[in-house]
């Protein structure tokens, strides 16, 4: 399956909406697609998995990569994902205690940076 990438902006934060798989034949594209937002000067991204049928180590490695370059450039990484499957990954890598992951584009863009970590708000 292919990858699509699609950037909008929401209340100061830059939305990348993901879907399809991210794999390692899809994730360099990923990842470039998140440097070239970086370099651009972007600071609070959030990425949006809600299309995203399969994730795996790569795609995993590529999120992390990414969050440790907006923290070096003082920016907020967030996820939105609310796909149990994609959830589960999170937890069982432990990766739910590393990124803000929300269940909407909107509660991850009203978000005040660093008030929710680990799975986010849970109301």
Not at 2 to 13: G, Q
Not at 86 to 108: G, M
Request: glycine letters at 8%; aromatic letters at 4%; charged letters at 25%.
């Amino acid at each position: 399956m292919e990858l699509s990438l699609a950037t909008r902006t929401v209340a100061e934060h830059t939305v990348l909406e993901v879907g399809g798989e991210v794999d390692v034949y899809t994730a360099p594209r990923l990842r470039e697609r998140l440097v070239e937002l970086v370099d651009a000067g972007a600071r609070n991204v959030v990425v949006d998995l809600g299309r995203v049928d399969f994730l795996d180590s790569t795609g995993l490695g590529v999120l992390v990569g990414a969050l440790k370059r907006l923290r070096a450039a003082s920016g907020t990484f967030a996820l939105v994902c609310a796909k149990e499957p994609l959830l589960k990954i999170f937890r069982i890598t432990a990766l739910d205690q590393v990124f803000p992951i929300y269940p909407s584009v909107e509660a991850a863009t009203s978000a005040t940076p660093g008030e929710h970590r680990g799975s986010g708000p849970t109301a």
